[in-house]
């Protein structure tokens, strides 16, 4: 049996009673780890568990799928994923992989920033569709989430914005010369977010309107930080503050408010500073 | 402190594993229990917390709030919500209440329907609004649901349609004589959502239109029973099939879906039974 396992949004301890009893009988623990980052370190997994845990990248998962599968059949074999272990991604290729082979799955939940994000007080069926915001480079600005964005306000919705990750990078240097050195990782912060919204918004008004839906400097939106973890941090305010605001360490997420019910509202309030 | 913990989508065992210990230290513990429904019983969490339960209904959420945070300044009170505690309801009355009194308060997420609807394969990004889809009556036949669903799949997106929970309700004469005699809970099943779609798709066509984004009774539609449960089922059909298919006990939801990437389609696949 091939376990997909949630782990949750903060340490160790926020996986729940049935997976890590699963996690204790399997025969083999990978820890997915690049979509989504621990906040603890892998070696507190490894306590709590009792047992190795095998860091599976990208590499991993996409091109030696049949090591993690291997005696699949017979074993068990859990494959932990931070947050819900279809989330982010669907892990739909090792899915369909393990079908083939006649290896039957289970997934065992658990929370993720998707439905998390609840913890604003926005409800969760008031958002729209969910867009990413990469880090921009000198030369590479997408900005096609803005039109989600706006879009999603044009239907009085909220956006939830999730934040570039980047991880296992080479410089162009290392690439190009096939070395396997990785610079660190990077996280996106809300303030990075809201500068290159500002961006958007101040540099290309013209372009892009200035209606109701539109952001301007003094537009309301959400930062949040570590949701589900001790530290988390909530932060009503308008996107220029947002702009200038430093949250801590990672992971940060935006939220662009719609129009909001009363209740919505009144929870916003609590998040001002 | 003021704890809100979500319990996942199974059982007692899918609890966090902090949850657990918060749960295991608090003074008081209540369970919501309108909003969304335990697959186990209540005795099944006590013996796992090794403590008594308190039942909270609405009219004690909503009317005796005090009751449940009394003394919370001083001592640990555990709010227990079935999925996410920000899943369906955000409960901010509560936490405003708390906030008011000074009690600061604490989530422990957890997996709702919300997220954990991914295991169908579709990606949680391309979701547009979440829907609710109401029993309908002889004489009450509201169906604004079909607009979004349409508006969701004009942009290509999925929709996830939550089906109709009826907790408490009391019968029109018991209403009236004012005796709190309650029905038996009722669960919309996707067998009874399709067919209120299909009334709505075949009645009024002429008035609903019939371009592509506009259902048919071919139209493909992913249901979903009891999932993160031992007992889970996907069935990817039409929505005529779904309309005659028994997908066995609650909960339900179902699955209208947009456009589809081929690892979608390649997912979808799989629940064809």
Redesign the interface.
């Known amino acids: 049996m091939l376990y997909f396992i ?1 782990l ?3 340490d ?7 997976g ?2 699963i996690v204790k009988q399997c025969d083999r623990v990978y820890l997915e780890h690049y979509t989504s980052i621990l906040t603890c370190g892998k070696e507190e997994l490894e306590i ?1 568990y009792g047992r190795e845990v095998i860091l599976a990248d990208r590499d991993m998962v996409e091109q030696s799928a049949d090591t993690i599968l291997e005696g699949a059949k017979e074993s068990d074999i859990a494959f932990l994923v931070v947050g ?5 991604t ?1 892990h ?2 090792l ?2 992989r393990a ?1 083939e082979q006649g290896i039957p799955h289970r ?6 920033i ?3 994000i ?2 604003t ?12 915001i990469p880090f921009w480079t000198e030369n590479w600005k997408p900005d096609s989430f803005y039109d989600k964005i706006m ?1 999603n306000r044009d ?1 009085g ?1 909220h956006t939830l914005c ?1 934040l570039d990750i980047k991880v296992k990078e080479q410089s162009e240097e290392n690439l190009i010369k096939g070395r396997k050195i990785f610079e660190p990782p990077r996280f996106m912060s809300t303030q990075q977010a809201a500068q290159q919204l500002l961006e958007i918004v101040v540099n290309k008004e013209q372009e892009r309107g200035t209606g109701s839906v539109h952001l301007k400097p003094d537009s309301k939106v959400v930062c949040v930080a570590r ?2 973890t001790e530290t988390q941090k909530l932060l009503t305010c308008s996107l220029l503050t947002a702009s200038q605001t430093d949250l801590g360490p990672p992971l940060h997420s935006l939220v662009i408010p719609g129009v909001l019910h009363d ?2 509202a ?2 916003l309030e ?1 998040w001002k500073s």
Chains 1, 2 share one sequence.
Not at 12 to 18: E, P
Not at 84 to 88: E, I, Y
């Open positions: 949630g949750g949004l903060g160790a301890k926020d996986i729940t009673v049935r890590l009893e709590l819900d272990p279809f989330g982010a669907t739909t290729d899915v369909l079908r997934v065992v939940h658990n929370a993720s998707m439905n998390a609840g913890c007080g926005l409800q969760l069926y008031n958002f729209g569709e969910t867009v990413s879009k239907s919705q999730l949701v589900g209740l919505e009144d929870a609590m």
